[in-house]
């Protein structure tokens, strides 16, 4: 297996598995590469392209800003049993939503809405460690 040993503005280094380095251009690998990424290369004469091995992409998955992994069982407990008061929010790092359940946990609505989010969480797909993006 290949590594991205080294990523640079324009290029990005791979140690290969016959112990050889190649530098890539940035512009030729079409996911975002992070450094330990385990890919695989395929090159003929005319081509390149690198493609990161399912379980690296798995490990290395997308977390859109503002966002963060919990484990899901974790966020599902809390949300079930105190998310009218927004436990699970604070837990997911989401301190402003966390204060708002908090200060409207008199109203009963913010236990509904923790209700249909431990509903969306159960339903989401956890990765390999059991975690998930909330």
């Not at 998955?61 to 966002?67: A, D, H, L, S």
């Amino acid at each position: 297996m290949s590594k991205i040993l080294q990523i640079t503005p324009d290029s990005v280094t791979i140690g290969l598995s016959n112990g050889g380095i190649k530098d890539v251009p940035l512009a030729a690998i079409n996911f975002p590469p992070k450094i330990g990424m385990e890919v695989e290369v395929y090159e003929d004469q005319n081509r390149l392209i690198v493609t990161p091995t399912p379980s690296s992409a798995a490990a290395f998955e997308f977390v859109p800003e503002g966002k963060k992994k919990v484990n899901k069982i974790a966020y599902c407990l809390l949300a079930f049993f105190l998310g009218g008061i927004g436990v699970h929010k604070f837990y997911a790092g989401h301190m402003i939503l966390g204060i708002i359940y908090l200060l409207f946990c008199w109203t009963l609505i913010p236990g509904l809405i923790a209700l249909i989010e431990l509903i969306i969480a159960i339903c989401k797909p956890a990765d390999a460690n059991g975690m998930i993006v909330a």
